[in-house]
Nanobody
Framework: QVRLVEFGGGLVQAGGSLNLTCASSELDIDIVDMGWYRQPAGKQREPIAVASSDGRLKYGDSVKGRFTISRDNAKNTVLLQMASLKPEDTGVYYC????????????????WGQGTQVTVSS
């Protein structure tokens, strides 16, 4: 099973910024579609951002204009830059590998990291 590991979670004040990094030690991510999900406490996981292997990007409505996903294929990592954070951004953030269907812009994850907690204080 491919392993994904997230780094960078923590506590930040509202309005602040935080960067999350996802690394894979077992697969070259440049050939794989990657995405981030988050799960607030007591709620379902929701998609946040997707970066397909051919450079397409997609963001959830709640984070558009504030979050940026990028890939560093040389380092085999995916970065999620989060700015203007709000308390409602609090949750466990998961890095995923999946399939991105460009015709429908649907992303279906099939592998998940263990998650990292992000807490935004008001």
């Amino acid at each position: 099973q491919v392993r994904l590991v997230e780094f960078g979670g923590g506590l930040v004040q509202a309005g602040g910024s935080l960067n999350l990094t996802c690394a894979s030690s077992e697969l070259d991510i440049d050939i794989v579609d990657m995405g981030w999900y988050r799960q607030p406490a007591g709620k379902q996981r929701e998609p946040i951002a997707v970066a397909s292997s051919d450079g397409r990007l997609k963001y959830g409505d709640s984070v558009k204009g504030r979050f940026t996903i990028s890939r560093d294929n040389a380092k085999n990592t995916v970065l999620l830059q989060m700015a203007s954070l709000k308390p409602e951004d609090t949750g466990v953030y998961y890095c995923t590998m999946g399939l991105y269907y460009s015709s429908t812009t649907e992303y279906v994850p099939y592998d998940w990291g263990q998650g990292t907690q992000v807490t935004v204080s008001s």
